[in-house]
């Protein structure tokens, strides 16, 4: 089994029979407890012995708001304000194995912030209501997957494999959102794709900057 990527985990909940892929994620993470209870008698010696009772899990997520997507922190919130379980699932894959955990959660918490010159981030606590369960096939999600990506790069022309057919909904460099152009050549806040072969293209040069994508395919 290969290492799994943090851009390979997705975080996805069912509504109206539709596992929908919470977009824009850019980190995630499970934890699962275990309550114990203390059985230390005078002839267990000198050292605590314990025997596990209860358990749960939490989800915590963090990403960006994106109003085109279809489901990103506004969503949330109406989840959290429903005051309603639904099924979450998590999945982590190398590309060829999967891990799927899932189980019915309630949305705690939820924080949504942004700076002038940044991207608005949203926050999101869940917390495990009932059993976690977990397979190693892959989950089936609605067809309209938002993906966000990043990149590391120099130079003012990447072609990305990963983009090839795709549509793109935004391009952000170091933060700051950039326009699409359809001039031949783009200004220094303007970017162009091709969809044919997965190019974007900036008006000035990065220099080990990093390059924001969010696309559906």
């Known amino acids: 089994m290969g290492l799994v990527k943090g851009k390979d985990v997705v975080l996805s909940v069912l509504q109206g029979g539709v596992n929908t892929v919470i977009g824009c994620i850019r980190s995630v993470s499970i934890t699962t407890t275990t309550d114990t209870l203390e059985t230390t008698t005078r002839g267990t010696g000198q050292y605590k ?29 109406a989840l959290q ?49 009932g059993e976690l369960s977990y397979t190693f096939t892959p989950i089936v999600t609605s067809s309209n997957i938002f993906t966000f990506n990043n990149y ?50 900036f008006g000035t040069a990065l220099v080990g900057e990093w390059f924001f994508v969010l696309y559906t395919i």
């Not at 003012?156 to 050549?185: C, K, M, S, Y």
């Open 81 to 129: 304000q429903s005051r309603a379980t639904n099924l979450y699932q998590l999945q982590f894959t190398d590309g060829a194995n999967f891990a799927t955990y899932q189980g019915r959660m309630l949305i705690t918490n939820t924080t949504q912030s942004g700076e002038t010159q940044g991207l608005v981030s949203f926050n999101c606590d869940l917390i495990g209501s």
């Open 49 to 77: 012995t314990y025997t596990g009772t209860q358990q749960g899990f939490t989800i915590t997520c963090e990403g960006l708001v994106s109003l085109a997507d279809r489901f990103s922190g506004p969503n949330l919130v």
């Open 152 to 201: 590391a790069a120099t130079g003012d022309t990447f072609a990305v494999p990963v983009l090839v057919g795709a549509n793109v909904l935004g391009v952000w460099r170091e933060g700051i959102g950039h326009e699409l152009t359809q001039n031949v050549t783009p200004t220094f806040d303007e970017y162009k794709f091709d969809s044919g072969s997965g190019t974007v293209t």
